[in-house]
Nanobody, 123 residues
Framework: QVQLVESGGGPVQAGGSLRLSCAAS????????MAWLRQAPDTGRDRVAL???????SYADDVKGRFTISKDNAKSTVYLQMNGLKPEDTAMYYC?????????????????WGQGTQVTVSS
């Protein structure tokens, strides 16, 4: 059974940093695409960052240069380091896993989802 458990969210002031973690069980982050997505109130779920099985990363334009996705294969954990946070980054952040090693931005590509962790950035 695949489980994804996010942690690390919380309140933070604008300009601050947070590091989100996604611990995967029953699933190999080393061989599959992993993603961080976010959903603000009354909006759809949007891609934030992707990391393929072989470590290739991609980012949404509005987080490039501020956020970094990484993974520790030995710990089966994926991270999202968020620096220079802005109020518009406020959202529920979700970890998702795909059945392929390569990534696509479509929400339908991801088979497994965590419960999410809330990030709230105040100005």
């Amino acid at each position: 059974q695949v489980q994804l458990v996010e942690s690390g969210g919380g309140p933070v002031q604008a300009g601050g940093s947070l590091r989100l973690s996604c611990a995967a069980s029953g699933y190999s982050v080393a061989r599959h695409c992993m993603a961080w997505l976010r959903q603000a109130p009354d909006t759809g779920r949007d891609r934030v960052a992707l990391i393929s099985g072989d470590g290739v990363t991609s980012y949404a334009d509005d987080v490039k240069g501020r956020f970094t996705i990484s993974k520790d294969n030995a710990k089966s954990t994926v991270y999202l380091q968020m620096n220079g946070l802005k109020p518009e980054d406020t959202a529920m952040y979700y970890c998702a896993a795909a059945g392929n090693s390569w990534c696509l931005p479509s929400m339908n590509f991801y088979n497994y989802w965590g419960q999410g962790t809330q990030v709230t950035v105040s100005s």
